[in-house]
């Protein structure tokens, strides 16, 4: 065996040593990880929205995106992907965030009154010459009477208040024909609105006597739900 110089043995040495120090740095990280992981939980595939939902929405594939998350690290009630296809969404839901369980309606629920809470009604009406508020927007409901024809309205110059921050839930694709006094017609969107049972009534009444009018509110300014 030929013998090796004092130069060869400290090369060797070092090595060996840097290969102890590196396998025990390694052992030690991954013993860190092994806890860290039995501390967080194991991964699960969650549900996360792909854009805004508005309420009404039908949950789509393609609104949804996937994220793997530590158990300890989601809130209560996220759900899986399968177990949100196909539902209503009855809390609104924004880009980004998880879709909980809470946000969506029973499955039992399809369709529009999927969306629509205990104790709410949805309403359509058609406004004349209006804004046209996309789903998940917040309006006030402006009703104008003729004055001169109604004496009973209390607002000053003939226009009141019917509902107030109330949530869209669909607007019509295509204007809708409104037949105005002296038998003229014009065109206005259709819009489906969530109310409660008394501003139902007040609506109802300001579409068949009034011009109605649709005023954009922040979202602020929205009226809760009574379910909230």
């Given at each position: 065996?030929?013998?090796?110089?004092?130069?060869?043995?400290?090369?060797?040495?070092?090595?060996?040593?840097?290969?102890?120090?590196?396998?025990?740095?390694?052992?030690?990280?991954?013993?860190?990880?092994?806890?860290?992981?039995?501390?967080?939980?194991?991964?699960?595939?969650?549900?996360?929205?792909?854009?805004?939902?508005?309420?009404?929405?039908?949950?789509?594939?393609?609104?949804?995106?996937?994220?793997?998350?530590?158990?300890?690290?989601?809130?209560?009630g996220a759900a899986v992907p399968n177990e949100v296809r196909d539902r209503v969404v009855a809390v609104a839901v924004v880009r980004g965030a998880f879709v909980l369980e809470r946000n969506l309606a029973p499955r039992r629920r399809t369709g529009l009154d999927g969306a629509i809470p205990r104790g709410m009604r949805a309403l359509r009406l058609v406004v004349h010459d209006s804004l046209r508020p996309e789903p998940g927007s917040a309006v006030d409901v402006l009703v104008t009477f003729d004055t001169a024809s109604d004496p009973t309205t209390d607002s000053d110059n003939g226009t009141a208040v019917a509902a107030r921050g109330v949530l869209v839930l669909g607007t019509d694709d295509a204007p809708a024909t409104l037949e105005a006094d002296g038998g003229a017609a014009g065109n206005g969107p259709g819009v489906t609105l969530l109310v409660t049972e008394d501003e139902a009534q007040r609506v109802a009444y300001a579409s068949a006597t009034g011009t109605v009018t649709l005023a954009l509110v922040p979202p602020e300014d929205a009226a809760p739900t009574l379910e909230e």
């Open positions: 065996m030929p013998r090796r110089s004092p130069r060869a043995v400290l090369l060797w040495l070092g090595a060996a040593a840097l290969a102890v120090v590196t396998a025990v740095v390694v052992a030690t990280d991954l013993a860190s990880l092994h806890r860290r992981a039995a501390t967080l939980g194991a991964a699960r595939t969650v549900a996360v929205a792909a854009h805004d939902l508005p309420v009404g929405t039908i949950v789509r594939s393609t609104d949804l995106e996937t994220r793997s998350v530590h158990r300890s690290q989601l809130p209560n």
